[in-house]
Nanobody
Framework: QVQLQESGGGLVQAGGSLRLSCVGS????????MGWFRQAPGKAREFVGG????????SYADSVQGRFTISRNNAENTVHLKMDSLKPEDTAVYYC????????????????WGQGTQVTVSS
């Protein structure tokens, strides 16, 4: 069973950048497609982006396209989410998740989840 742990969240001003990391343990992330989700207070958890197990296909939500970049390093069992040009509306708890098969944008498709890391963007 894979355990996931996010890190890298924090407080940043609008227009700034953060890089989130998701480290896997108890199994290799190479076997999974990885997704990033976020959940703002009072809102449903939403898809941010995802990357297939081999890194060949990366997809993003329209709201972050061009500002966020997902990468993975299977040798280090990590996945990263680089967030640039951050906006106050990006404020949320960010989660990484793993699933077998292709990237999906729905939470129910993912088998394993991290605990989340808080990202706060001030205006």
């Amino acid at each position: 069973q894979v355990q996931l742990q996010e890190s890298g969240g924090g407080l940043v001003q609008a227009g700034g950048s953060l890089r989130l990391s998701c480290v896997g343990s108890g199994g290799t992330l190479r076997d999974y497609s990885m997704g990033w989700f976020r959940q703002a207070p009072g809102k449903a958890r939403e898809f941010v982006g995802g990357v297939t197990w081999e890194g060949g296909t990366i997809s993003y939500a329209d709201s972050v396209q061009g500002r966020f970049t997902i990468s993975r390093n299977n040798a280090e069992n990590t996945v990263h989410l680089k967030m640039d040009s951050l906006k106050p509306e990006d404020t949320a708890v960010y989660y990484c998740a793993a699933r077998t098969g292709p990237v999906q944008s729905v939470t129910i498709a993912y088998e394993f989840w991290g605990q989340g890391t808080q990202v706060t963007v001030s205006s």
